[in-house]
């Protein structure tokens, strides 16, 4: 969950990123960092509650599970928002460790055309959900002449 290879450390793509950029949308992206976490931390939350046997409305369109607003209003609420981040990745970790009748466990589905999934499948899925956004965080941070964060992250 955590970033090894290729992946840069998640945790490490916001860290030092300032709230006066967070809402910054560059040509080439449709969301800016801040709309990107808030999507990344509903996501992770609406599964984390299916996982623990609660049964989140799913969004009826896919721009509900995006922020109503462009940017955040303040650096309190930047924080706030990559606090979430953090707590969310680390509840999924916790998840990832579990013994295997549990990740065998089946949760129900959600949404559309959903199938039932196992707490691993869900899992894995946020894995690769969380990777495809952090990739767009990533170049965000590229285009905006924000990356590397101090913590990580490649320049070649």
């Known amino acids: 969950m955590f ?12 860290e030092s990123f300032p709230a006066a950029l967070a809402g910054e949308k ?17 996501w992770m939350y609406y599964e ?7 049964s989140p409305a799913y969004p009826e369109h896919a721009a509900l599970s995006w922020p ?11 924080k ?3 606090s979430c981040f953090q707590s969310l990745l680390g509840q999924l970790e ?3 460790n579990s013994s295997p009748e549990v990740m065998r466990r089946h949760v129900p589905a959600s949404g ?6 196992t707490v691993e499948e869900v899992l894995w899925q946020m894995v690769a959900h969380n990777s495809y956004h952090l990739g767009q965080v990533v170049f965000v941070r590229q285009c905006l002449g924000a990356w590397p964060p101090p913590k990580c992250g490649d320049t070649w």
Request: hydrophobic share 40%; with cysteine; charged share 15%.
């Open 3 to 14: 970033g090894k290879g290729a992946h840069a450390n998640p945790l490490a793509c916001l």
């Open 26 to 42: 560059i040509d080439a992206s449709p969301h800016s960092i801040w709309e990107l976490v808030g999507h990344m931390n509903y």
């Open 48 to 54: 984390v509650q299916r996982i623990g046997g609660q």
């Open 68 to 78: 109503a607003k462009p940017a955040p209003a303040s650096e309190a609420e930047w």
């Open 80 to 82: 706030e928002a990559c």
């Open 94 to 96: 916790t998840l990832s």
């Open 112 to 117: 559309p055309n959903a199938l039932p999934a």
